[in-house]
């Protein structure tokens, strides 16, 4: 869920720091204004009811809905003060609440054996599977230890073509191989053709009609992150989200700067990360305010999306009705910068690309 596992805080915070929904340290905490109970700025995105058990907050009266405003103050600063532990089990180090994120961030890259040439890392995962973020960067290798022996890279040569054939990838080789590394898009007309990234996408996600779909089913209520195939690098771009019906969890829709990023959370939750959440709210980094934003979106309609690098700018549209400027930073410029999509618990979503921007778009 939202907020942190206390067992990771050295020493344990106070029980008022424990958010009544999902029964974890606060995480990017709000409190309800009648009692000032604590909570998960996720967990009361849709004002829940306060749970404390001392709240004052009257329940008959005109205004029946709960309000929550982020900490401030006193608080505020004892809340900066915490101290918990990294959540990779191989590192343990003890941050401030505040750096948590941006160190994990970090922490959890491990460095393809082909780092030198393909700058990319692999995730957290991934390195108990394999050293290589692909096959054509362990083909790279293979081939580079044996460069005085001609048969041997023969050999390794046809071992993966016999490999690729036999499981009918041969076509789909450079797909498979982080091409937004080595192929940035670069559209003027808005009209940019690409897939979702089997490589990038969080435990779980299930990538269905030639990538296009993805959705997810897991219980554990943690976003998962996944990256288009392609970053972008300038101009305007445009694509679509079409929901999907089964979907039982808003997602998080917009664009990351960058792909070398912890898939198993929100992307939105980094600086470089810029989303569009179905509760009618913004996202970007870990302080995000959850600022209120066009219309709901969930199981049904289209949204769209428009990326312009040129003035730095993030808009999206609802079943064609524009809902303006998302975010405008000077991130958005600086490429690659790659379509993303966070999902949660039963969710998922279809891609929409190569469409012509509609004029409706800024």
């Not at 994990?104 to 030198?116: R, S, T, Y």
């Not at 290798?141 to 009918?168: R, W």
């Not at 296009?212 to 209520?221: D, H």
């Amino acid at each position: 869920m939202s907020g942190y596992d206390i067992n990771r805080f050295q020493p344990q915070p106070q029980q008022h720091l424990i958010c009544l929904v999902c029964n974890k340290v606060v995480k990017d905490p709000y409190e309800c204004n009648f009692c000032g109970q604590m909570y998960c700025s996720d967990c009361v995105a849709t004002k829940p009811p306060c749970k404390s058990s001392d709240c004052g907050y009257p329940p008959n009266s005109s205004d029946n809905t709960p309000k929550y405003i982020k900490i401030q103050g006193a608080m505020l600063k004892v809340y900066k003060n915490l101290q918990l532990f990294c959540s990779n089990p191989e590192c343990k180090k003890l941050c401030s609440i505040i750096d948590i994120e941006q160190h994990q961030n970090q922490c959890i890259k491990v460095k393809c054996l082909n780092h030198e040439n393909c700058k990319e890392f692999l995730s957290a995962e991934e390195k108990y599977q394999t050293s290589y973020c692909s096959i054509l960067c362990e083909l790279t290798v293979q081939l580079f230890e044996n460069v005085s022996d001609p048969k041997k890279q023969y050999d390794i040569i046809k071992k993966l073509q016999q490999k690729l054939t036999g499981s009918g990838q041969v076509s789909g080789f450079l797909s498979q191989n982080k091409q937004p590394a080595i192929q940035p898009v670069l559209s003027v007309d808005g009209c940019p053709s690409f897939r979702w990234d089997k490589n990038k996408c969080g435990t779980g996600i299930q990538l269905l009609n030639g990538d296009s779909s993805v959705f997810l089913k897991e219980s554990s209520y943690i976003f998962r992150t996944v990256l288009g195939d392609q970053g972008f690098e300038t101009g305007i771009h445009y694509w679509e989200i079409e929901a999907d019906a089964k979907t039982e969890n808003e997602l998080k829709i917009g664009v990351c700067q960058g792909n070398a990023i912890n898939l198993n959370a929100a992307f939105c939750d980094l600086n470089q990360g810029f989303a569009y959440y179905g509760l009618a709210q913004l996202r970007n980094g870990s302080n995000a305010s959850g600022q209120t934003y066009g219309k709901r979106f969930k199981k049904e309609g289209i949204l769209g999306v428009c990326l312009n690098m040129l003035n730095g700018t993030l808009s999206f549209a609802l079943n064609g009705e524009y809902m303006g400027i998302a975010f405008r930073s000077d991130l958005l410029k600086k490429g690659p910068i790659y379509a993303a999509v966070a999902l949660l618990h039963c969710a998922g979503c279809t891609l929409r690309t190569g469409k012509q921007k509609p004029q409706y778009m800024e």
